[in-house]
C-alpha cells in the first residue's frame, strides 16, 4: 500500500514548491519562528499520516462501506473497522492537529491539515466526514464561540478521540431554507431547553450535538436563532430517560434521542441521525442571537472541507483509472493509448491538480482570515468558497463517472473501488448546501460587486482576483477570451436587467428585486462553473510561474475554461426555454389550489 503523501506527485509538489509557508509559518508558530525547520516537521507529520491512511486507513476501506452503520438493540454506532480508524488517527495525534494547543492539539494551520484531509478521503470518504464533523468541526466551532469551562471539557477529549461530537443544523422542513427550521430553544427555571426535531445529522449518535434552535420566540428567518450544547447522557436517577425509556447507562438518562440512521448508498459507514428533542436539557454556545453567525462560519469552512473531500475522492479514482488504462489491452494495445480514452485521463488529471490549486489557495486565504486579516483577504475567501465546493463535488462527480467508463463492466464490479469512489461522490453535491445553493451564493456575490462597479464590465469583470492575472503565450491567451466570455456574458444579462426598467440599479440606486434577477438566477450555475473553471485555470497559471513543469496542466485547464465559458455564454444568450412560462403555470396553479381550500 502506498504513503498517500510521499508517493503523491502532485501533492508532494503542492507542499515543497507552491505553498507559501513563509507567509503561512509566522501566522501559527509566531514571526520569529524556523520556516525551514517548521515546514520540515510539518512534512514529517505528513509522512506519517500518509502511511497510515495509505495502508491502515485504505486497507479497511471496503469494510466500512460493506458494514455500513450498525444498528443493534435499538442503538446506532459505527462499524469496528471505522472504529479502528479513528482509534489509529487519535493515537497518532491526528484528530487534533488543527486544535489549539493549550487544548491538546497541535495548533496546525489549515494549510497543513487539508492534505491530511484530502488523504483520508482518498481513503476512505466516511472516516473523513466522521474525522470531519465529529471532532474538528464541533471543536472548531466551541473554540471559537465556547466558555473557558467548555473548552476545557470538550476539546482535550475530542483530540484524544474519547468523545464525538455533530452539528445538527438541517430538519425535515428546513434544508436549504434553514431560516425555516422551528427548533426552539427556551429557557426554563434558568435552563436552555430544546424542543424539536433535527434530520441527517452525520455522527448524531455521538457524545453530544451542537444545535442550531430558534430562541426568540416569534422571530422568523434567520433572526433569533442560537447555538446550544446539548449531551446526550446527562445525570439522572436510574433507568429513565427524558423519553421515558429504559437507558443504557446507570446513573444517566438519555438527554435527546438517536431516532435512527439512515439506510444509504453513500458514505456509508457514516450514520446519518435522525435526532429528537424533547425537554432536552443544553447550553449556550456563544452568544444569544448570534447562531446564524456561529453557523454561517461553521459552514463556510465545511464546504471548504467537502470540496476537498471531493478532490480526495477524485484523486482516488484517477489513480485506479491511471491504473487500469495502462494495464487493460484491448485491441492490441493498453485502452490509454485509445484517443478517447487518453483525452478523459488527462482532463481528470487536469482537473485534480485544479482542483488541488484552488483548495491550496483557499486554505490559505482560510488560515490568515483566522489569524485576523484585512476585508480584501476575507472577501477573496468568501469569493473562492462557494467556488471549491461547487467544483469539488461536481467534478468529484464528473472524474468518478469518468474512471467508471474507464473500467468498462469491471466499473461496477463491487470487487472493484471505482462504484465506492462514485457512490461516495455523489453526496458531496448534496450537503454543506447543495450545488444550486453555491451557485446562488457565488452569482449573489458577483451581482453585488457588479451594481457596486459596473464601469468593471467594460474591462475585466466584477472579480478583482480575476480582472488582474495576466499570463503569456497561447495558455494566457485561453484565459483572457475565458474571462472575456464571462464579461461577455454579464454584460449581456446586465443590459437585460437595465431594459427591464433596471437602470437605477446600476447607478447604485437600489437592490434588484426577484423578478429582475431572475434570469442570474436561471442562469447561476451555468456562471458558477464558468468562474470556477476560470479560477482553477489562474491558479495553476499562477503556479505554473513558480513551477515551470505546470505549464502543460495550466494549458490545458486555460483551454477548457475557454470552452466551458464558450458552452455557457451560447446557452444563456439561447434565452430561457420557456421555463418561466412554466414557472408562472405552476404559480397559478398552486395560487388557484390555494383558493379553494
Ligand atoms: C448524508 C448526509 C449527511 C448530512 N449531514 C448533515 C449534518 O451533519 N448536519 C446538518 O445539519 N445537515 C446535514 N445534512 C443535511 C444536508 O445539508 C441537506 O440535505 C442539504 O442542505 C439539502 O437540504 P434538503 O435535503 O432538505 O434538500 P432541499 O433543500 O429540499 O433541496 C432539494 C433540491 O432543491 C434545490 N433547491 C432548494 N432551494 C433552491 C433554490 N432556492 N434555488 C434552486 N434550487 C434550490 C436543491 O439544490 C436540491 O436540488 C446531511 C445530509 C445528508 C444526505
Not at 270 to 288: D, K, N, W, Y
Not at 460 to 475: H, M, N, V, Y
Not at 576 to 587: K, L, P, Q, T, Y
Request: hydrophobic content about 40%.
Amino acid at each position: 500500500m502506498p504513503n498517500y503523501f510521499l508517493e503523491n506527485p502532485d501533492l508532494l509538489t503542492t507542499f515543497d514548491r507552491v505553498v507559501r509557508w513563509d507567509e503561512i509559518v509566522p501566522l501559527s508558530e509566531g514571526k520569529d519562528a524556523d520556516v525551514a525547520d517548521t515546514v520540515s516537521t510539518w512534512r514529517e507529520v505528513l509522512s506519517v499520516a500518509g502511511e497510515y491512511i495509505g495502508s491502515e486507513v485504505a486497507k479497511r476501506a471496503r469494510q466500512v462501506d460493506e458494514l455500513g452503520v450498525i444498528r443493534e438493540g435499538g442503538t446506532v454506532s459505527i462499524s469496528a473497522p471505522l472504529q479502528e480508524n479513528m482509534k489509529g488517527l487519535a493515537e497518532l495525534g491526528l484528530i487534533g492537529l488543527s486544535f489549539p494547543k493549550d487544548h491538546g492539539g497541535s495548533g496546525l494551520p489549515f494549510t497543513v491539515t487539508a492534505f491530511v484531509i484530502e488523504m483520508l478521503a482518498r481513503a476512505c470518504a466516511s472516516t473523513m466526514i466522521q474525522n470531519g464533523i465529529a471532532y474538528t468541526a464541533p471543536a472548531a466551532m466551541i473554540f471559537r464561540d465556547g466558555s473557558d469551562e467548555q473548552k476545557d471539557k470538550y476539546l482535550p477529549a475530542l483530540a484524544r478521540g474519547e468523545i464525538s461530537g455533530a452539528v445538527a443544523m438541517t430538519e425535515p422542513e428546513a434544508g436549504s431554507d434553514v431560516g425555516n427550521l422551528s427548533t426552539t430553544a427556551t429557557q426554563r427555571d434558568g435552563c436552555w431547553i430544546i424542543d424539536g426535531r433535527k434530520q441527517f445529522i452525520s455522527a448524531g449518535n455521538g457524545d453530544f450535538v451542537i444545535v442550531l434552535a430558534r430562541s426568540a420566540e416569534g422571530s422568523k428567518g434567520l433572526e433569533g436563532l442560537s447555538l446550544f450544547v446539548a449531551d446526550r447522557w446527562v445525570e439522572s436517577a436510574p433507568g429513565e430517560n427524558a423519553m421515558g425509556v429504559q437507558t443504557t447507562r446507570p446513573g444517566k438518562r438519555e438527554n435527546y434521542k438517536v431516532e435512527r440512521a439512515e439506510h444509504k448508498f453513500t458514505i456509508r459507514g457514516s450514520p446519518t441521525c435522525s435526532l429528537v428533542f424533547e425537554g432536552t436539557q443544553a447550553m449556550p454556545l456563544g452568544e444569544i442571537g448570534q447562531g446564524w453567525r456561529g453557523i454561517t462560519r461553521f459552514m463556510n469552512e465545511s464546504r471548504i472541507g467537502v470540496g476537498i473531500q471531493g478532490l480526495g475522492i477524485a484523486q482516488a479514482a484517477l489513480v485506479a483509472a491511471q491504473d487500469y488504462a495502462a494495464r487493460r489491452v484491448q485491441m492490441d494495445k493498453p485502452i490509454r493509448e485509445h484517443p478517447m480514452i487518453a483525452e478523459m485521463l488527462l482532463e481528470m488529471e487536469t482537473t485534480v491538480a485544479g482542483l488541488r490549486a484552488l483548495i491550496v489557495e483557499a486554505a490559505a486565504l482560510q488560515d490568515a482570515v483566522m489569524h485576523g486579516t484585512d476585508d480584501s483577504t476575507a472577501w477573496r475567501l468568501r469569493e473562492l468558497t462557494p467556488l471549491v465546493k461547487w467544483y469539488g463535488s461536481e467534478e468529484a462527480v464528473h472524474t468518478c463517472r469518468r474512471a467508471l467508463q474507464i473500467f468498462g463492466g469491471y466499473g461496477v464490479v463491487t470487487e472493484y473501488d471505482v462504484e465506492r469512489h462514485m457512490r461516495d461522490a455523489l453526496i458531496t453535491p448534496i450537503y454543506e448546501g447543495t450545488s444550486q445553493i453555491q451557485s446562488l451564493m457565488a452569482v449573489r456575490d458577483l451581482m453585488r460587486s457588479l451594481l457596486r462597479k459596473p464601469q468593471s464590465l467594460l474591462s475585466g469583470g466584477p472579480s478583482t482576483t480575476l480582472a488582474r492575472a495576466k499570463f503569456d503565450g497561447d495558455a494566457g491567451r485561453d484565459f483572457a477570451a475565458a474571462r472575456s466570455t464571462l464579461v461577455w456574458t454579464l454584460r449581456g444579462l446586465t443590459t437585460g436587467l437595465a431594459r427591464k426598467g433596471g437602470v437605477s440599479l446600476l447607478r447604485g440606486g437600489r437592490q434588484p428585486n426577484d423578478e429582475e434577477l431572475q434570469p442570474f438566477m436561471l442562469n447561476a450555475e451555468r456562471i458558477t462553473e464558468t468562474l470556477a473553471h476560470i479560477h482553477v485555470a489562474r491558479a495553476l497559471g499562477e503556479q505554473a510561474k513558480r513551477v515551470p513543469e505546470r505549464a502543460p496542466l495550466f494549458a490545458r485547464a486555460a483551454r477548457r475554461a475557454k470552452l466551458v465559458a464558450q458552452r455557457n455564454a451560447k446557452e444563456i444568450s439561447a434565452g430561457d426555454g420557456g421555463v418561466f412560462e412554466r414557472i408562472a403555470d405552476w404559480e397559478r396553479d398552486r395560487t388557484s389550489r390555494k383558493s379553494r381550500q
